[in-house]
């Protein structure tokens, strides 16, 4: 009885035992992270005299002046306006590039779908900084084989690095590097819509317009809702393409994307509590972001599915 027991209690506990590494792993390297950032967001750095000497400067409490600090820095600010630029551009683009394209690949009609699918994907496999240099070079009109074509066609040559047409040039590597992965999530929930429906609708004269309309986008509606959540977190966390493009134009500053600033204070100014406070406000805004975006497709579906 007692070896039955004792059998009986190393099955349930097997599921326990595999999952210690990862909870580890997580503590290491995420929670511990995050449980320290927050902690030096309480702190700053009281500076006595001139600040020479041995204990000139200490680590003392700051409770909420990081954080006020924060909320009235314009740099900071200005730099989420200019994401919420950025991302109303991002966003939109990127998803209906996704979705038409896993459209047109679960046609009937489409050629070397297997191809088309990975030439899709491939950019997204790209680092975003391999991605951010190769765009940056094509945008430099003294070495970009495009303006070559433009000044031979005796068309105008806009400056993208400058100005408006910037938001269009970060926006572009963004999508050229993420409607791949998009596509791939949408397309999969294209194909396990069973070909009965299909059938079902084709014996009632529906058009591949209206199948597409009408079934298709209806019922990968989780997936976009999935797609939309993620593009708005990898925005809010735009940093690669920005700070590539930087040495290239004057147009971008250091502080041009939130992320920008938390990076210049920490390393740039070696102001790590300022910091802190500014990544854990960033972290706030897109977990409330994200939640509230999720509460509202889900009672979206819970109304829908009521009717």
């Known amino acids: 009885m007692t070896s039955a027991r004792r059998k009986s209690y190393g099955v349930k506990g097997a599921p326990y035992a595999f999952l210690i590494p990862a909870t580890i792993l997580f503590a290491l390297f995420f929670a511990l992270p995050i449980g320290y950032a927050v902690w030096l967001s309480f702190r700053k750095v009281h500076v006595s005299g001139l600040g020479l000497g041995k204990g000139a400067r200490d680590e ?71 991605a951010a240099m190769l765009w940056g070079f094509l945008y430099l009109p003294d070495v970009s084989p495009f303006y070559y074509v433009l000044e031979k066609l005796g068309l105008p040559q806009p400056d993208l690095l400058d100005g408006g047409p910037l938001y269009v040039a970060l926006s572009n590597i963004a999508v050229w590097g993420g409607t791949g992965f998009n596509m791939i999530v949408i397309y999969t929930a294209l194909q396990a819509i069973p070909a009965e429906v299909y059938e079902a609708a084709k014996l009632d004269g529906a058009t591949p317009l209206q199948i597409a309309l009408r079934i298709k986008i209806p019922m990968v509606a989780p ?35 939130p992320l920008m600033k938390v990076y210049r204070d920490a390393f740039g100014t070696n102001d790590i509590y300022a910091a802190a406070a500014q990544a854990v406000i960033i972290a706030l805004a897109t977990l409330l972001l994200s939640f509230g975006f999720l509460r509202a497709a889900n009672r979206r579906q819970k109304q829908e599915a009521a009717r």
């Open 223 to 257: 997936s976009l809702v999935l797609t939309f959540f993620f593009s708005i977190i990898a925005t809010l966390q735009v940093f690669n393409e920005p700070t590539t493009l930087k040495p290239l134009t004057n147009s971008v500053s250091t502080t041009w994307s």
């Open 60 to 130: 003392v409490w700051a409770g909420l002046e990081n954080y006020t600090d924060a909320f009235q820095d314009s740099e900071l600010l200005h730099g989420a306006l200019r994401v919420l630029g950025y991302g109303c551009i991002v966003v939109p683009v990127m998803l209906g590039l996704a979705l038409l394209f896993a459209l047109m690949l679960d046609s009937d009609k489409v050629r070397f779908t297997p191809f088309t699918r990975l030439a899709i994907f491939l950019p997204y496999a790209i680092p975003g900084v391999v």
